[in-house]
């Protein structure tokens, strides 16, 4: 079983709608969930991280975390074709505290006009 | 602006050679990764440096090596390259704050071994 887990995709959205990603983890002790989107050949950036249970919002993204059930989240509303792109989660390991994160394989969004 | 580079965006080796690929950051980090990124796998840690000289495997490290003997600069070996380490290389740096701090990431190298 991976450590972190996400829907390969592709995830097609049209465009003005909301996609949403998904992602498991199975460190139970994780603390900190971070999103990060990369464009095909780039490489990745950060959209936004979360670490208390509920929902955290910045612009059109949404990230919503519940702890008791391993699950984080990614909403983008109104999707542009800007946001066509493969969105990783990663996810901080409880065993050291240097910041080491554990990444899942990615979902790839395809926004269509 | 923070930034973060690789010595080369593409590389292309025989096997058996020794491979360097480097890393600079500007950002005066404490910490820097090493990772790989395969299609369906994710990215992978290889080496991570939290100090100057101070190293620690990943969890893929075998076939690879690190050097840090600058804060700034953060080097990846391969001692002897292999078919399966054709992949894409991915060098990252991180401030020592909280648990939010974030990793920045170079442009990439993709390295093809023959």
């Known amino acids: 079983q991976k450590e972190v887990e996400q829907n390969s995709g592709p995830l097609s959205v049209p465009e003005g709608a909301i996609a949403s990603l998904n992602c498991t983890y199975s460190d139970r002790g994780s603390q900190s969930f971070f999103w990060y989107r990369q464009y095909s050949g780039k490489s990745p950036e950060l959209i936004m991280f979360i670490y208390s249970n509920g929902d955290k919002e910045d612009g059109r993204f949404t990230a919503q975390l519940n702890k008791a059930s391993q699950y984080v989240s990614l909403l983008i509303r109104d999707s542009q074709p800007s946001d066509s792109a493969t969105y990783l989660c990663?996810?901080?390991?409880?065993?050291?505290?240097?910041?080491?994160?554990?990444f899942g394989a990615g979902t790839q969004v395809v926004v269509t006009p | 602006d923070v930034k973060v580079t690789q010595s080369s965006r593409y590389l292309v080796k025989r096997t058996g050679e020794k491979v360097f690929l480097e890393c600079v950051q500007d950002?005066?980090?404490?910490?820097m990764f090493w990772y790989r990124q395969d299609p369906g796998l994710g990215l992978r840690l290889i080496y991570f440096s939290y100090d100057v000289k101070m190293k620690e495997k990943g969890d893929i490290p075998e076939g690879y090596s690190v050097s840090r003997e600058k804060k700034e600069r953060f080097s990846l070996i391969l001692e002897s390259a292999s078919t399966n380490q054709t992949s894409m290389y991915l060098c990252?740096?991180?401030?020592?704050?909280?648990?939010?701090?974030?990793?920045?990431f170079g442009p990439g190298t993709r390295l093809t071994v023959t």
């Open positions: 990663a996810v901080s390991r409880t065993t050291d505290s240097w910041g080491k994160l554990q």
């Open positions: 950002m005066d980090h404490e910490n």
């Open positions: 990252a740096s991180r401030d020592t704050g909280g648990d939010d701090s974030e990793q920045y």
